[in-house]
């Protein structure tokens, strides 16, 4: 099978996995919000914004480095995932202990501290997960991390729904995402087996090897998580819990949303990295596809979330986080979880793009250059923050999250072109646009007179029209990925 066809094998397999997922994590949202309330969930939003740096210092980097090291056909496969999984074990149990302990000298947090506790322990367990996760990216086999990803997640969604029915509390609810992710590393283990033979393995040489190649990408993303997260910390704060809770649906929306990009590049990363190492020409083509196909995906999705906003959270969140807000009106419009996902949907779009030039530059081994930037991007992002939010709440944190990702955007791109010569052909930007305008204007004008589901798919198939008539889409591409032929 050739690896445009393997590409698109592991794709297809994980958008169907992430439909899945998908499906049981909103299922999850709309009973945790229904039966936790807008303040309730806002303390389960905190719990797991907060925990979500320390999960950063945990990984420190060494999943991408793991990807990385196995790309290179020469890699001893057992010698890294050994010392890696038994590494990250070690290095995890301490950053979520010393979570904990922080989280101690925080008054705001008095109610949610054995919440924090609880939901560390489980997202240990997600960490190493993400050990065989790269093995089978490495293998062009995330069909097994797709079924093990779904069993964790019935199973978190069955004990959720049990003790949502037996009117437990949050924080036995937070025991059932343990139990998930404990079965969902286990499972990985076992489909894993037959690609690598883990045994604990503590070679101080290579760990000190691995750590300081990965000290960079831990700095990078622990700086990327702090301006893509610290909104939701600052609000908990500086606000209430209630405005947490409105804030929680809508960037929950936006995280599932983010899934494909990373998904599709989850994929095409070793194979970029192996490009990299053997020097391949090929390397320019498979980033102008990705660029291509990301791009043509970021335009429709921005537009039906943006029309769909208030079905949507209609249906993820309730009725009460439809009208729920703690500030007044902006130009006229409710402030509820609707505009907030409205205006978080266009950094989005942004990060749909950013996301290709962070993963090349990292197959490039240049992460350090990404450091200083990103630095810039949290200065900005938590002083934007500590303006707007007194005044605007959530809304305010929703408009920085944009202007920070578009900085994101043209950092990136920057890095990525000095890094490399990259060439880019830009042409696909205005048919897009094209494409974009057509389907916008078909959801304005229809809003009035047709149910919001048939006018979704009446303007998707007139954007994917478009694109055909220009050429954009074609048979070449499709046939691409059943045809033998390379990336």
Same mark, same amino acid.
């Given at each position: 099978?050739?690896?445009?066809?393997?590409?698109?094998?592991?794709?297809?397999?994980?958008?169907?996995?992430?439909?899945?997922?998908?499906?049981?994590?909103?299922?999850?949202?709309?009973?945790?919000?229904?039966?936790?309330?807008?303040?309730?969930?806002?303390? *389960?939003?905190?719990?797991?914004?907060?925990?979500?740096?320390?999960?950063?210092?945990?990984?420190?980097?060494?999943?991408?480095?793991?990807?990385?090291? $196995?790309?290179?056909?020469?890699?001893?496969?057992?010698?890294?995932?050994?010392?890696?999984?038994?590494?990250?074990?070690?290095?995890?149990?301490?950053?979520?202990?010393?979570?904990?302990?922080?989280?101690?000298?925080?008054?705001?947090?008095? %109610?949610?501290?054995?919440?924090?506790?609880?939901?560390?322990?489980?997202?240990?367990?997600?960490?190493?997960?993400?050990?065989?996760?790269?093995?089978?990216?490495?293998?062009?086999? #995330?069909?097994?991390?797709?079924?093990?990803?779904?069993?964790?997640?019935?199973?978190?969604?069955?004990?959720?729904?049990?003790?949502?029915?037996?009117?437990?509390?949050?924080?036995?609810?937070?025991?059932?995402?343990?139990?998930?992710?404990?079965?969902?590393?286990?499972?990985?283990?076992?489909?894993?087996? &037959?690609?690598?033979?883990?045994?604990?393995?503590?070679?101080?040489?290579?760990?000190?090897?691995?750590?300081?190649?990965?000290?960079?990408? %831990?700095?990078?993303?622990?700086?990327?998580? $702090?301006?893509?997260?610290?909104?939701?910390?600052?609000?908990?704060?500086?606000?209430?819990?209630?405005? &947490?809770?409105?804030?929680?649906?809508?960037?929950?929306?936006?995280?599932?949303?983010?899934?494909?990009?990373?998904?599709?590049?989850?994929?095409? *990363?070793?194979?970029?990295?192996?490009?990299?190492?053997?020097?391949?020409?090929?390397?320019?083509?498979?980033?102008?596809?990705?660029?291509?196909?990301?791009?043509?995906?970021?335009?429709?999705?921005?537009?039906?979330?943006?029309?769909?906003?208030?079905?949507?959270?209609? $249906?993820?969140?309730?009725?009460?986080?439809?009208?729920?807000?703690?500030?007044?009106? +902006?130009?006229?419009?409710?402030?509820?979880?609707?505009?907030?996902?409205?205006?978080?949907?266009?950094?989005?779009?942004?990060?749909?793009?950013?996301?290709?030039?962070?993963?090349?530059?990292?197959?490039?081994?240049?992460?350090?250059?990404?450091?200083?930037?990103?630095?810039? !991007?949290?200065? !900005?992002?938590?002083? #934007?923050?500590?303006?707007?939010?007194?005044?605007?709440?959530?809304?305010?944190?929703? &408009?920085?999250?944009?202007?920070?990702? !578009?900085?994101?955007? +043209?950092?990136?791109?920057?890095?990525?072109?000095?890094?490399?010569?990259?060439?880019?052909?830009?042409?696909?930007?205005?048919?897009?646009?094209?494409?974009?305008?057509?389907?916008?204007?078909?959801?304005?004008?229809?809003?009035?007179?047709?149910?919001?589901?048939?006018?979704?798919?009446?303007?998707?198939?007139?954007?994917?029209?478009?694109?055909?008539?220009?050429?954009?889409?074609?048979?070449?591409?499709?046939?691409?990925?059943?045809?033998?032929?390379?990336?």
């Amino acid at each position: 099978m050739s690896l445009t066809r393997k590409v698109a094998f592991n794709t297809i397999v994980q958008i169907i996995g992430k439909v899945v997922t998908t499906l049981i994590s909103l299922v999850l949202v709309a009973a945790l919000t229904r039966y936790l309330g807008v303040s309730g969930y806002g303390e *389960f939003t905190t719990i797991f914004a907060y925990l979500a740096f320390f999960g950063v210092l945990a990984d420190f980097g060494f999943f991408w480095i793991l990807v990385r090291e $196995i790309a290179n056909p020469e890699a001893d496969m057992d010698k890294a995932v050994s010392n890696i999984l038994t590494l990250r074990t070690v290095v995890g149990v301490a950053v979520f202990a010393l979570g904990y302990l922080i989280s101690l000298f925080i008054p705001q947090y008095s %109610a949610i501290r054995t919440g924090i506790g609880i939901a560390g322990f489980s997202m240990l367990f997600l960490a190493l997960n993400s050990t065989y996760i790269g093995v089978f990216q490495n293998k062009l086999r #995330m069909d097994k991390a797709a079924i093990t990803d779904v069993t964790g997640r019935i199973i978190i969604l069955g004990i959720t729904l049990y003790l949502i029915n037996q009117n437990y509390g949050l924080n036995m609810i937070l025991w059932a995402y343990s139990v998930g992710n404990i079965i969902n590393l286990l499972f990985s283990a076992w489909l894993g087996r &037959v690609y690598v033979n883990f045994r604990p393995a503590f070679d101080w040489t290579y760990w000190k090897k691995v750590t300081i190649q990965a000290l960079p990408m %831990a700095i990078v993303l622990v700086l990327n998580l $702090i301006y893509f997260r610290v909104d939701t910390l600052m609000l908990s704060l500086l606000k209430s819990s209630t405005d &947490v809770g409105i804030y929680g649906p809508p960037y929950k929306v936006l995280e599932m949303i983010l899934l494909l990009p990373a998904m599709f590049m989850g994929n095409v *990363f070793p194979i970029i990295a192996r490009y990299v190492h053997t020097k391949d020409d090929r390397l320019h083509l498979a980033i102008q596809k990705s660029f291509d196909f990301l791009l043509m995906l970021a335009m429709p999705i921005a537009l039906l979330v943006i029309f769909a906003a208030n079905p949507i959270i209609r $249906i993820v969140a309730g009725h009460d986080f439809v009208v729920a807000q703690t500030v007044p009106n +902006v130009f006229g419009l409710a402030a509820t979880s609707v505009l907030a996902l409205q205006i978080l949907i266009i950094a989005v779009a942004f990060s749909f793009i950013s996301i290709i030039f962070n993963y090349l530059v990292i197959a490039l081994g240049k992460q350090a250059k990404l450091i200083w930037p990103n630095i810039l !991007f949290v200065i !900005f992002n938590i002083g #934007m923050n500590l303006i707007l939010i007194p005044r605007f709440s959530y809304i305010g944190a929703a &408009v920085v999250t944009v202007m920070t990702e !578009f900085l994101v955007l +043209v950092f990136t791109w920057w890095i990525a072109k000095k890094s490399m010569e990259l060439k880019l052909n830009w042409k696909i930007v205005w048919q897009v646009g094209l494409a974009g305008l057509v389907m916008a204007l078909t959801l304005f004008l229809l809003s009035p007179w047709i149910n919001w589901i048939i006018i979704c798919v009446i303007a998707s198939a007139l954007y994917l029209a478009i694109l055909w008539v220009l050429k954009v889409i074609n048979k070449e591409m499709i046939n691409s990925i059943f045809r033998k032929g390379q990336i």
